[in-house]
C-alpha cells in the first residue's frame, strides 16, 4: 500500500481533530497560537497563557539528573528518550508497547508546540517529566512534558551574517550529561547550558564560522566529554571530531578527517588538495561501551563533483571512522564511496546490532548508505561481511570481496552533465532508520530519485562556496520514495510503503509491532512493523523533517513528530485501551539488540 491511499483512506488533520473535539486539551488557544500575527514572542506567550488559564500542573521545579550510568543503560528505561537516536547503539527503538496495532488507530493530539521558524529537523529528549528541544536555527527550550508548557527558553547571540554553506539553517538536537545540557550552534559554537534554568555554563567556539564551519548535529554525551563534529566541506573546510570536557569546556582532543602530510593516508591526496578536503561530521555517532569505541560517520571531500583537483581516494572522507574515546585515535576505518564525486558521504546513522553471524556471535554495524548500498561491517575490527543495493543506482556493478565499489566508467560528473543514480541528496541521508530488536528489521526512508551531475572549475576562496559543479535533479513522476524494511543481516527487502515524494524524515519502530515515520505531503502515519500495512495517519499541515521519537508520562505512551513549524505529542487520552494493550516493562526484558 502507498501514502496517497492511506492520506485519503484514513487521513486525518488538525483541523478535523480541533472540530470534533479529539483535540480538546489544545483548544482555541493552540489554534490562535498557530494563527497569531503578532510576532514571535505573542505565539509562544498565546500558548503560555492558555495553559495557565487551564490550570494545568508545570513541571518547573523538577530538575533532570542523567549521569552517565543512565545513558548506558537508556533501555532500561523507556519511558525517557536520553540521548538524540534513543540509545547509544542508534536503534531508534522504543521499548514502550501501550500504542500498539490494536488500538494505534485511537491516536489523538494531546498537545503541540509551536516553533518560531519551520525545517524541524530536531528529535528532542526527555528525562524526568521535562522535554529538551531545539528549534532551528540554534534555540533550546524546556517543555513540560506532559503539557508541553515552556519553562526556559535560550537563544544565542549570532548576529545575522552567520554562514551555512550547502545546508540550511537547522538543528538536530542536544545532548545531556547530569544537569547540564550541550548545543551546538549554526555559528559553530558549543554550549553548555543549565538544564533547570537554561543558564549558559560555558561557551566555546569549536571553529570559525567565517570560514564556512557550522554545528547543526546533537552532540553524543559520553563519560567524561563531549563529542561533536562540523558542517562545512562546502566550503573547502579540513573536517575534524571534538572531544570538549563537559565541566569546564576545555578541549580534550581532536582528529582531523584529512590526513595531514606524512600522516596515514595523506597519499591518497594530490597536491595540497588536503588543505581544502572537506571530509565534514555533521550527523551523531554511536558507541559501544563495551568494546570502549566511538563510530563515527564522515562527510564528503571537497569540491564536491570535480574529483579532478583532489586525485587518489581521499582519505578519510566517505568513510566510517572507529575512534578510541579517549585519545580520538582511530582504531579502524571503512570507505564506502572512494573519490566521491557525487556528494554522497558517509552521514547516515550508524547502527549497531549484535547477531549471530554464519553460526558465531558477532558484534556487527550496520548502515544503508547514501550510495544506495547497504552494509554489514564487524564492529570490532571494521572488517567488510556484506554488502547490497537497497535502491536503485546505477553507477556501480556492485561490491567486491573488500567492500569496495565496482565503479561503471563514464559515471563521473562532466562538463556536459550525466545521468546518474541516487541524486546528490542519495538514496538516503542524515534522517534516522530504525532497527527493531523483536522483528530484526532495519528500517529505512529510501529516496529514489536520479540527477544530472555537472563539474566545472573553481578555485578556493575562505568562506565561499566550493563546489566544483552542480547537479539538476530528477523530479515529478522520476522521483519517488518509500520505507522500506531490509533484512538486517542481509538487506535483503522484505516489505516497502511508497511514499508520494522522495522523504526527508525519519522513522521509529516500538515494541507495539508498529513504525512510525513522517512525509514531505505532511503526513504522520503508523505501520505495521512486519508487514508494512498502515495503520493510522494524520494530515499535520506541513512537511515532515525530523525524527520520529517516544516517551511514557504518567503512565501514559507518547509518540512526537514535527511537521512545518509545530512538534506534535500523540497519545491515547486517558488511557491505553485496545485489546493488546499493556506496557513493555510487564512483559519481561525484550532481546538485548
Known sequence: ???????????????????????????????????????????????????????????????????????????????????????????????????????????????????????????????????????????????????????????????????HIGFPQVNRGVAILDSTLYVGTLN???????????????????????????????????????IVGVSGAEAGVRGFIDAYDPETGDLVWRTYTIPAPGEFGSDTWGGNS????????????????????????????????????????????????????????????????????????????????????????RKLVVTANRNAFYYVLDRETGEFLHGTAYSKQTWAEGLDENGRPIVIPGTEPTEEGNLVWPSLQGAANWFSPSYSPLTRLFYQPTRIMGAIYYKAEVEYEPGQPFYGGGEQALRGEEASGAVKALDVLTGELKWEFELQSPPWAGVMATAGNLVFGGSNEGNIFALNAETGEPLWNFQAGGAVRSGPMAYEIDGQQRIVNSAGGTMFVFGLGSGGGGADGGSAKDDGPLPES
Open 1 to 163: 500500500m502507498s501514502e496517497r491511499s492511506i492520506a485519503s483512506r484514513m487521513g486525518r488533520g488538525l483541523a478535523a481533530a480541533i472540530g470534533d473535539g479529539l483535540a480538546a486539551p489544545i483548544g482555541a488557544g493552540f489554534a490562535a497560537a498557530i494563527g497569531h500575527a503578532s510576532g514571535r514572542t505573542g505565539r509562544h506567550f498565546a500558548v503560555a497563557v492558555f495553559w495557565v488559564a487551564l490550570g494545568v500542573s508545570i513541571a518547573g521545579s523538577a530538575t533532570a539528573q542523567v549521569p552517565y550510568e543512565r545513558l548506558v543503560a537508556a533501555d532500561s528505561e523507556p519511558e525517557s528518550w536520553l540521548t538524540y537516536s534513543g540509545n547509544y547503539a542508534s536503534h531508534r527503538f522504543s521499548r514502550l508497547d501501550q500504542i500498539n496495532t490494536g488500538n494505534v488507530a485511537d491516536l489523538r493530539v494531546i498537545w503541540a508546540y509551536q516553533m518560531d521558524e519551520g525545517l524541524i529537523e530536531t528529535t528532542p529528549i526527555v528525562a524526568d517529566g521535562i522535554m529538551y528541544v531545539t528549534e532551528p536555527p540554534s534555540t533550546v527550550a524546556a517543555l513540560d512534558a506532559r503539557t508541553g508548557k515552556r519553562l526556559w527558553k535560550w537563544t544565542p547571540q549570532m548576529g545575522s551574517n552567520v554562514l
Open 188 to 226: 559553530a559554537h558549543l554550549v553548555a547550558l543549565d538544564a533547570r534554568s537554561g543558564a549558559v555554563r560555558w561557551d566555546v567556539e569549536v571553529a570559525d564560522n567565517a570560514i564556512g564551519f557550522s554545528l547543526t548535529l546533537a552532540p553524543l554525551a559520553l563519560d567524561g566529554k563531549i
Open 274 to 361: 588536503w588543505e581544502t578536503g572537506g571530509g565534514s561530521t555533521w550527523l551523531t555517532g554511536s558507541y559501544d561501551p563495551e568494546l570502549d569505541l566511538l563510530y563515527w560517520p564522515i562527510g564528503n571531500p571537497a569540491p564536491d563533483w570535480n574529483g579532478d583537483l583532489r586525485p587518489g581516494d581521499n582519505l578519510y572522507t566517505d568513510c566510517l571512522l572507529a575512534l578510541d574515546p579517549d585519545t580520538g585515535e582511530i582504531v579502524w576505518w571503512f570507505q564506502f564511496t572512494p573519490h566521491d564525486t557525487h556528494d554522497w558521504d558517509a552521514n547516515q546513522i550508524q547502527v549497531l546490532v549484535d547477531a549471530e553471524w554464519e553460526g558465531e556471535p
